[in-house]
């Protein structure tokens, strides 16, 4: 039986090498399934769903949903669908999300960092009346950093940039998306002076007062996607975060050159992360990261043993970048990319 099994594996494998098969053989894209699955357990497995399942519920991407979300009129939903109450989740770093969609502040000796803004009609609510009631001076924000140009990270940016004149940090293809929009794109456009960051590929650091965030170029959901590594403080323990900036792969279809640039992405992100030993995975939308949930846990007793909510350890960040990764494998052969 054993070696059996082991036969047909080496066959499959000699078979693969060789070149054979047109398209990956499903055995091949089952195994990074497989590779997925195990690394997202049940933590990571809305993550997995969305990037695994070959009927992905919504695409991602430049699809008509993004340009959609980027301009037209700022509708405002129903509050009682989406509003959050905001939270002080490390001494210094605060949740200031929706229930689907998450901003944070960073607090530092020299101001505020905002990482991701949300769509318009959050910015009041959420991020400036979010950061009075957490005690914080909206005033104190020196820079906003945005993972990515969709709607649903980026409309708040114009405002704080108007109304405080924080610097804005993006990814140059996204720079170059965002300043194209019309004046009357939802939220309005940010505009690009000396002082604001245009980010290449080779990344940069972003240095406040006593904190620095080391901001990763990982292509790929959008062109422009950025991701972060920083430190935050537990209890006056340094802790690192790894924070994905994008995630869904819908819309990539036959490219396999965004494949592949998507795949390279997490690798990086992963590598920086493992390096600095990240220990807590955030995201930009609460149901990869359960942002939403573990917000309020934060400040409720922990029993003996248990971690912080937000702290998955090491292992955790990385399995995250492994789902990510894997999935990704998985859709290009699936779909034949090349
Ligand atoms: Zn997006």
Redesign the pocket.
């Known amino acids: 039986m054993h070696r059996t099994s082991t036969v047909i594996g080496t066959l499959g494998a000699l078979l693969l090498a060789a070149g054979a098969y047109a398209q990956a053989p499903a055995s091949e894209v089952d195994a990074h399934v497989a590779a997925a699955r195990a690394a997202a357990g049940q933590e990571y497995r809305a993550t997995f769903v969305n990037l695994c399942m070959p009927a992905a519920p919504r695409g991602?991407g430049p699809g008509p949903a993004?340009g959609a979300r980027a301009g037209g009129p700022p509708a405002t939903p129903d509050r009682a669908n989406w509003y959050a109450s905001p939270y002080k989740v490390f001494d210094n770093f605060y949740w200031l999300g929706t229930r689907q969609h998450s901003s944070w502040a960073l607090r530092t000796s020299a101001g505020l960092i905002i990482i991701d803004t949300n769509f318009a009609w959050a910015t009041q609510p959420e991020i400036i009346d979010g950061l009075t009631a957490l005690k914080l001076d909206p005033r104190d924000i020196k820079y906003v950093i945005l993972s990515?140009a969709?709607g649903?990270?980026d409309q708040g940016v114009a405002e704080l940039q108007r109304r405080y004149g924080a610097k804005v940090v993006m990814g140059a293809a996204d720079w170059q998306a965002t300043l194209q929009r019309p004046a009357t794109a939802a939220g309005g456009v940010p505009t690009r002076g000396a002082s604001d960051v245009t980010v290449g590929p080779e990344g940069t650091k972003i240095t406040l007062g006593d904190t620095t965030v080391t901001v990763v170029a990982t292509p790929g959901?959008?062109p422009g996607t950025l991701s972060y590594v920083f430190p935050v403080k537990d209890q006056g323990k340094t802790v690192m975060v790894a924070y994905s900036g994008?995630t869904?792969t819908g819309g990539f279809g036959t490219d396999g050159a965004r494949w592949d640039e998507y795949i390279a992405s997490q690798k990086k992100i992963a590598g920086v992360a493992a390096e600095v030993g990240a220990a807590v995975l955030l995201s930009n939308h609460s149901e990869y990261d359960g942002a939403y949930t573990k917000a309020r846990l934060v400040p409720l007793k922990r029993e003996p043993g248990e971690e912080h909510p937000f702290l998955v350890g090491t292992d955790g960040v990385q399995r995250y970048f492994t789902v990510m990764a894997e999935c990704a494998l998985a859709s290009k052969l699936r779909l034949g990319a090349k």
Do not use: E, P, R
């Open positions: 991602g993004a990515h969709h649903d990270h959901h959008t994008g869904l």
